[in-house]
């Protein structure tokens, strides 16, 4: 995760901010894996593969339940590897910023809610290198 996500990311429990508590691996600029701790709670966030985990206790919600595995199959090779939901993800992603964005500009925070295995998230991000493009997802499978 790039370290400028701690500018505008808030501890879920108490809302106050986060700061890394652990950099097993990372840089100034990114933390790959560790920790991040709640500067009002102390509760302790994991960094693992550049994503932190936010969500406190077990986080198994059904939709993420029903997602995982569609994702393990794509993983495997097995469903849509150049498409999502069979639409192009360039063409999908270039529809979307043409009907539903003016302009996206340096400094500009664009937030993929729900990314799936992050396909939009990662076309999001090599269209425009000037914003900080962030992808979510609650499933537990995605590498």
Not at 42 to 70: I, K, N, R, Y
Not at 115 to 133: L, N, W
């Amino acid at each position: 995760m790039r370290l400028t996500l701690l500018e505008i990311v808030c501890c879920p429990l108490c809302r106050e901010s986060l700061e890394v508590s652990q950099a097993v691996q990372g840089d100034a600029v990114e933390l790959f894996e560790g920790a991040l701790r709640c500067r009002g709670c102390g509760h302790v966030f994991s960094v693992f593969e550049g994503v932190p985990d936010l969500l406190p206790g077990t986080h198994h919600a059904s939709t993420a339940s029903a997602f995982s595995f569609q994702w393990q199959l794509s993983l495997r090779g097995w469903f849509e590897q150049r498409s999502l939901y069979f639409y192009d993800v360039g063409r999908l992603v270039e529809w979307v910023f043409t009907n539903c964005f003016s302009t996206v500009t340096s400094g500009d925070w664009l937030l993929d809610a729900g990314c799936g295995r992050g396909d939009k998230t990662i076309e999001i991000a090599r269209r425009f290198p000037q914003a900080q493009v962030i992808g979510l997802d609650l499933t537990d499978t995605l590498p």
